[in-house]
């Protein structure tokens, strides 16, 4: 059955500084999502990663593919407080004949100002 | 152009009732999928439906159910209800052979008291 850990699960960092949320997953996927998440509010969609080497980038975001390690990164340059969220990561399992997407348990990123 | 719609946003039952959950998706969207989201906890997969037939389906008991019309919006429905299925209900659509992922409706809060 697919896994899909992301790690950390809780993050706090200071406004201005950069990190990166992993994401990794257990079975071939040529198909990978992140989303956004506040709080009592469902899910925005950032990214979809549709191939291996695939990077893309909006803002202060940039998140990237590599389906040979099955690893997909999001990396956050100069935080700012209103980037506080939790952040999803989801694998496309239609690879496996199987129509559904499987979802980490989420990144909490607090940015403290 | 409306996004995916759910209804209603928050519902309270008793347990032992039953509930019926209603999803409208993306206009040109076959694709519908139900998740179950437990606070602190990512989205897990209940059903996918695809041109009216049931393309996927999670572990989750047979109390939960779901179906898809002729107009491609789609209903969950959940008998019996538990504590545990206290919960905020999403709905996704899709477009099938698209590289943009699925949406997110902006869910049903359900309360099992």
């Known amino acids: 059955e697919l896994k899909v850990e992301q790690n950390p699960l809780f993050l706090s960092m200071q406004e201005g500084k950069n990190y990166t949320i992993y994401c990794n997953y257990s079975?071939?996927?040529?198909?990978l999502y992140w989303y956004r998440q506040d709080p009592g509010k469902s899910l925005e969609s950032l990214f979809v990663?549709?191939?291996?080497?695939a990077v893309k980038q909006e803002g202060r975001l940039m998140a990237s593919l590599d389906t040979k390690a099955r690893l997909s990164t999001l990396h956050i340059t100069a935080a700012v407080h209103d980037l506080s969220a939790t952040y999803f990561c989801?694998?496309?399992?239609?690879?496996?004949?199987?129509?559904?997407?499987?979802f980490g348990k989420g990144t909490r990123l607090h940015i403290l100002p | 152009d409306a996004g995916v719609t759910q209804s209603p946003t928050h519902l309270i039952k008793t347990r032992g009732q039953q509930v019926t959950l209603r999803c409208s998706p993306i206009?040109?969207?076959?694709?519908v999928s139900w998740y179950q989201q437990v606070l602190g906890q990512g989205p897990q997969f209940i059903f996918q439906?695809?041109?009216?037939?049931?393309?996927g389906r999670g572990n989750f008991p047979d109390r939960f159910s779901a179906r898809q019309f002729p107009n491609y919006s789609s209903e969950l429905n959940v008998n019996a209800l538990l504590l545990g299925d206290s919960a905020l209900y999403l709905c996704?659509?899709?477009?099938?052979?698209?590289?943009?992922?699925?949406?997110f409706g902006s869910g049903t809060r359900l309360t099992v008291v």
């Open positions: 996704a659509s899709s477009f099938v052979g698209s590289n943009y992922g699925y949406t």
């Open positions: 990663l549709l191939s291996n080497g």
């Open positions: 989801a694998v496309d399992t239609s690879l496996n004949r199987d129509d559904k997407i499987i």
């Open positions: 439906y695809y041109e009216k037939e049931e393309r």
């Open positions: 206009s040109g969207h076959k694709s």
């Open positions: 079975t071939t996927s040529d198909r």
